[in-house]
């Protein structure tokens, strides 16, 4: 804290809660774009990008599926190539592989061509392969047919949240670990978070809590018409002996009536392939195994209507992914539908990861991004996936509506770039 920062009764200018890479990468652009402003980012975890950041698919995604011109699409697109873009210039390990999303049966090729038709509206230049094309391509999956996307690979996420995390410190940034807030509040002057290891007050807010994003809207009293549920995306990892067993990532062809994208075969960055998610209602917002409950989450989701009306949409598809959660041949058959050679020994265990998936009072899941605000905060109240391609983009729009709602120019003005000390990770 600087002099300054202390007789004003202030500890920054901008607070940012959570160290997730939507958040690391916002407080980067923040500072980049406000030199000289005091920026204060807390993370609860001992580490950054300790939750959905880390235990996702590894995937950068192309934009497939999404509705063209929504938020989603948008922010895909442009975040893929800043992806490569940045991983490169700051020596981040990537890899552009290509993904093949293949139909296995005929009423998944009438779905693919519309998949294709959206890969052409979000400017995606998909190759359509036949069945023999397919096999040359890949020759140990199993296909009718499939659409080529080129542009998908996969990254290193957790480094790029620590590289991210290196140069907003090294422009006076502020990050602080194990520092979980327990309470915000707001008044006309700031704002104030109480901590495990503290209290920090800042002029403004920027929230991107992730799996609490619903609990910290509404301390600082944003309309809660959605709440998180947790979903866990089960992974299991193939032995090194089928490292080679595919050059691109592997996706089924989504159901449209499901929510999620479907188990897939997933070259990761560290040279192994990984097989997953599936989805699964989680017992506890940080529920890795089925062990893990928490009767406080478990109460908050029961207590809300929209969850119930969520499970009578959705109820029958979370049991069979419950079924193949709990049944290993399950999951398995879900995965020989394109790669047939699989067999149950090649399911070796692998950490889970924990969607949170905002859910609005009518039962419907929300699959776009959603940001709230509220007199002096910020709110990332969903970030589904592609959260972690599209973290760029999504800096900088958060960036632009800080911008647009609150008046910074008074804060840049008081502070020179020399005042501002920043503080090593931790």
């Known amino acids: 804290m600087t002099t300054a920062q202390h007789h004003r009764g202030y500890d920054a200018d901008v607070l940012i809660v959570g160290g997730g890479i939507v958040g690391v990468s916002t407080a980067m652009q923040l500072i980049e774009r406000h030199p000289g402003l005091s920026v204060l980012l807390l993370e609860k975890e001992a580490s950054l990008a300790a939750h959905q950041s880390s235990h996702n698919s590894g995937v950068i995604h192309a934009g497939v599926y999404y509705a063209p011109g929504s938020l989603k ?53 998909p190759q359509m392969l036949d069945e023999a094309a397919l096999r040359e391509l890949e020759p140990r999956i199993a296909g009718r047919a499939a659409i080529r996307v080129a542009s998908s690979g996969i990254a290193d996420y957790p480094g790029m949240t620590t590289t991210m995390a290196r140069l907003a410190q090294e422009q006076g940034a502020q990050i602080l670990l194990n520092q979980r807030v327990d309470a915000l509040h707001e008044d006309e002057n700031g704002i104030t978070a109480e901590t495990s290891g503290g209290r920090f007050r800042a002029k ?17 009293n944003v309309d809660l018409d959605f ?71 478990l109460a908050g989701m029961a207590a809300f209507p929209g969850f119930w009306k969520m499970l009578g949409k959705h109820g029958a598809s979370g049991l069979i992914e419950m079924r193949n959660s709990l049944w290993k041949r399950g999951y398995l058959e879900l995965c020989r539908r394109y790669c047939p050679e699989l067999e149950l020994s090649d399911l070796e ?49 958060l960036v632009d509506e800080f911008d647009a709602r609150f008046d910074l120019a008074p804060l840049t003005r008081s502070y020179s770039s020399d005042q501002v000390q920043g503080l090593a990770i931790g």
């Open 204 to 220: 403004y807010a920027i929230v991107c809590a992730g799996l609490m994003a619903d609990r910290l809207a509404k301390m600082c």
């Open 227 to 297: 709440r998180i549920v947790p979903f866990r995306g089960e992974y299991y990892r193939l032995p090194a002996s089928k490292n080679d067993i595919v050059k691109h990532l592997i996706y089924p062809v989504p159901d449209p009536d499901l929510p999620f994208l479907g188990v897939h075969l997933t070259r990761m960055i560290g040279g192994y392939v990984t097989v997953g998610p599936n989805a699964v209602l989680a017992l506890a917002r940080e529920g890795y195994r089925w062990r893990d409950a928490s009767l406080k989450d």
């Open 73 to 125: 699409a948008d922010f895909c697109r442009r975040g893929a190539a800043a992806t490569y873009e940045f991983a490169r210039r700051h020596d981040v390990r990537v890899e552009q592989c290509g993904k093949l999303i293949v139909a296995t049966e005929n009423v998944e090729i009438e779905r693919l061509n519309a998949l294709y038709a959206r890969c052409e509206q979000n400017r995606l230049e």
């Open 349 to 397: 265990p692998y950490p889970s990861g924990v969607r949170a998936q905002a859910v609005m009072a009518d039962g419907s899941m929300v699959h776009d991004f959603l940001i709230r605000s509220s007199q002096r905060s910020l709110h990332v109240c969903n970030a589904p996936s592609p959260a972690a391609t599209s973290a760029l983009p999504i800096g900088a729009y």
